[in-house]
């Protein structure tokens, strides 16, 4: 998965292909009573595909794993901030994203937002963290990420909201893709037959044409630093993704 | 993580393989029947303030999840204002926001997005987000129809056509 950037469908495709073998080679194996080291770090329960995936050489970190640490400026903030910086402090929600992006993005964005709105109203706001950062910093200054960030609802008095914007392509790249396993590639929007337009073949109504096809990725990361839930493909449904952060905050 | 995310193509082809006959536009949904929920309904232009059950059973149903940061709900309005026009009368037509209500984004905000883009049907919230999980729905817009005994007998994530709204509607009429 890891060769080239894939447009989300075909990544969750080929992941399925994996998927089949790697069923037929380890079976239905019992992996909650394997006494996998990994659940040591972990509060929430394994995936439910996990055991299949465990088969899987998956290009970004996944349940059990420990969040990469690399530094990204968050422009809103006037300062750079590190990926683990709310380790030992407060679980963490990471995504990876372009503004201009109609399709998953929006999707990916939201999750984190249902995810902030309900730690404001059930009062676990001081124990989260949400860093969605651009893989387009070229277009995403700090003035689009600040509008972007209040036409999604995100409530920036919360304090706990922070966009993360490399300086250039070349370290959106390396942070991104190379520290984070998300590929992306700008393109051009024909391809852009992923999530939300469904096979309509409908274009993207914005008045800027930025395309790019990129992997699909939610990070849960708790105070500890360790990868809960990774949701790669379709962003979480609002109420999955807000069922795990509460879990998470329940059992830590 | 649930069977949307690696195995929604297979989830969906084994339900499919044992089920009745079906059609899903969009992988990793909930299929059958689903527990009628009760949505909040705004005031707003073709819609007043109450409460909505959803799916009405002896009906048939058509529902669009949407959310006012949507641009792909934004322009799809029109086409469901089509629809609504063409079907309205004859089946229980409303659009659903599940976006989180009353913090940044008020009740207000959603009566004014929905008069800025002309609906004039029912308009409610999922402010508990119950009727989103037990759709399974992981985005909007996400439309779904549903048969008088309260079956999803089609739904479809992003964007569609007018035609095919009022199409799916109509087979069930």
Known sequence: MTEKPQPNRRTVLRATGATVLGTALAGCTDVLGSGDEDDDDVVLDPPKNYERRTDLDLPYPTYGEQVPSVSVPAPLHDQVMDTTEFVGDRHTMLTFIYTSCTTVCPGLTNALRHVQADSISEEYAEEMAFMPTTFDPEYDTADVLRSYGEDMGVDFTAGNWYFLRPENPEDAHEIVTDTFGVAFEQGDSSDDMGDGNGSSGGMDDMDHARHFT??????????????????????????TAIEDARTLVERW | MRRRDVLAGLGSLAVLGGGAAVAFDAVGQSQGDIEPVDVETLDAPGSDAGTATVPERGRVTFVELFATWCTVCQSMMPRV???????????????????????????EDVVEWWADHGGEWTVAADTNLELTQRLDASGVPYAVVFDEDNHIVWQHRGRTTTETLETKIREQL
Do not use: C, W
């Open chain 2, 81 to 107: 204002a089509e629809v609504h026009d063409a079907v309205g009368d004859e089946v229980q037509f409303l659009s659903v926001t599940n976006e989180p209500l009353g913090n940044t984004v008020t009740r």
């Open chain 1, 214 to 239: 990129h992997l699909s990725l939610i990070l849960l990361v708790n105070e500890d630093g360790f990868v809960e839930r990774a949701y790669n493909g379709q962003p979480p449904s609002p109420d």
